[in-house]
């Protein structure tokens, strides 16, 4: 059995929730706010950061990226062709590149601004850098969404899934930094058709249904979010 450290709109930690689906594999989780640094984080990731996730009596697996590689190392084989992690060293090597891309790239210039300013600086504390959100980083936010858009709607009208015919770790991780956005109605889904027809697929998944239904107190997801013909 696993036990997830994670905070739901966190979208390392909703990638990891995905995979785990994906894999059939169950997990019980543990709700925290990384910012506040609790001490039972701490104990297993130093780093003070989510996911982390704990099998039975095992280390602590620390990142989605490490999170990633074990799920595939140990669940991958027994999965057959529902294996997310291709077969091919170069399509294994475009498959790494796209979760970096997704999990890394977008977040720290797109998503990640979005949640910290609108989801969890409502839920901080002042002293911990809560309150009303920057709206200079909110701006740029907005601004980096259309160049990555536009990427990934190239990349999805060229290939069946977003690293290439095979669905992969890659779409989760992209699927999982959107469903972030989109909660908060800041995806410009009218711009890029491509772009929407490939995460029409992805929400239509059962591994997604569970956060289509999560909310946030107080604030309403926008009306595309779990609507599976948006």
């Given at each position: 059995m696993f036990t997830l450290y994670h905070h739901p709109f966190s979208?390392?930690?909703r990638f990891v929730r995905l995979i785990i689906a994906e894999y059939g594999a169950d997990f019980q989780e543990e709700l925290v706010n990384p910012w506040e640094r609790p001490q039972k984080l701490?104990?297993?990731?130093?780093?003070?950061?989510?996911?982390?996730l704990v099998e039975n009596d095992g280390p602590a697996l620390c990142g989605p990226g490490p999170i990633l590689e074990y799920l595939d190392e140990t669940r991958g084989y027994a999965v057959a062709d529902r294996r997310l992690m291709p077969d091919h060293p170069e399509a294994r090597a475009e498959t790494r590149r796209l979760v970096e891309w997704a999990l890394?790239?977008?977040d720290r210039e797109v998503v990640g601004h979005m949640v910290r300013e609108r989801i969890y600086k409502q839920a901080m504390p002042r002293s911990a850098g809560g309150g009303e959100p920057d709206s200079s980083a909110?701006?740029?936010?907005r601004a980096n969404i259309?160049?990555?858009m536009k990427y990934f709607g190239y990349l999805v009208a060229s290939r069946r899934w977003l690293s290439g015919d095979r669905l992969s770790f890659a779409d989760f991780a992209l699927a999982a930094e959107l469903s972030c956005a989109d909660y908060l109605g800041e995806v410009p889904w009218a711009s890029e058709d491509n772009v929407k027809n490939w995460y029409a697929?992805?929400?239509?998944r059962p591994s997604m249904r569970p956060m289509l239904s999560e909310k946030i107190l107080g604030m309403p997801a926008?009306?595309?979010?779990?609507d599976l013909d948006f």
């Open positions: 979208p390392s930690s701490l104990l297993l990731n130093a780093a003070g950061t989510v996911p982390v890394g790239k977008f909110l701006r740029v936010a259309h160049h990555h697929r992805m929400k239509s926008s009306q595309t979010y779990a």
